[in-house]
């Protein structure tokens, strides 16, 4: 399987979406996987619009979530990639990118205002 790349077009600067969702105390608010049982590394806030996170599942697995802020015209694409996991199903990687979607969903509905 290969990775997927799931992608959002946001009516906002990219500086302001990067510094909303680069805000770890925030997550929540739009991410509905980060329920609070795994543990999440964020990458150190910078100039780049880099989001990458490690998730630290309770089963002490470890996956690293590559995640941009980048600029589209006066506006900024976010993009989440999923990468397949030993074990993956199609149906698991679908399920994944479903929720994915979702998540990016809700967050251009919060930076949007809609």
């Known amino acids: ?10 009516d906002r600067p990219a500086s302001e979406v ?14 509905a996987g ?3 049982t795994a543990k999440v590394t964020h990458t150190p806030k910078n100039e780049y619009g880099i989001l990458d996170h490690d998730v630290h599942l309770p089963s002490g ?9 980048t600029v589209d015209g006066a506006g900024s694409e976010v993009i989440f990639t999923i990468r397949p996991q030993p074990g993956m199903t199609e149906q698991d990687m679908e399920r994944d990118a479903e929720a994915v979607r979702a998540d990016l969903a809700t967050l251009k509905k919060i930076m949007e205002g809609a």
């Open 1 to 10: 399987m290969e990775s997927r790349h799931i992608s959002v077009h946001i």
């Open 18 to 31: 990067y510094a909303y969702a680069a805000d770890p105390d925030r997550t929540a608010e739009w991410a």
């Open 34 to 36: 980060m329920d609070g």
């Open 61 to 69: 697995e470890t996956i690293h979530v590559p995640l941009r802020v």
